[in-house]
């Protein structure tokens, strides 16, 4: 596991969201009332950008083609339930954003 740090809280206002890239992996993190979320900024679709999405309250939707997603747990909501996008542990640290990613070993 690798933690990478990724900005300062106050970067991130609650309701708002970032992409990050994190060695090629597209990464999307939204600040939910204060908690922060991130998760695979690709949607499951056609590989929209979740973050430039609409994000209200926990839920993200794709801009492309309004796919949505629950940032807290990866799950779709509609359509269709049952699939998943990626999520990562986040630490907040002295007000620092670190993004926590489990490699797969190769």
């Known amino acids: ?9 106050s970067e ?17 993190l939204a600040n939910v009332a204060g908690t ?3 998760f695979s900024d690709s949607c499951r679709h056609e ?16 801009p492309w083609h309004g796919w949505t997603y629950d940032v807290r747990t990866g799950k779709s909501i509609v359509p269709p339930v049952g699939l998943r996008i990626a999520t990562y542990p986040v630490e907040v640290i002295d007000d620092e ?10």
Do not use: N
Request: proline share 9%; hydrophobic share 45%; net charge negative.
């Open 12 to 28: 991130l206002p609650p309701g708002q969201m970032r992409y990050v890239e994190i060695d090629g992996l597209p990464i999307g």
């Open 36 to 38: 922060i979320y991130a």
């Open 1 to 9: 596991m690798e933690r990478f740090k990724i900005c300062h809280r």
């Open 47 to 62: 590989g929209g950008p979740l973050s430039a999405g609409v994000l209200i309250e926990h839920t993200v939707t794709c």
């Open 97 to 106: 954003i670190f993004i926590i990613i489990d490699w797969p070993e190769v």
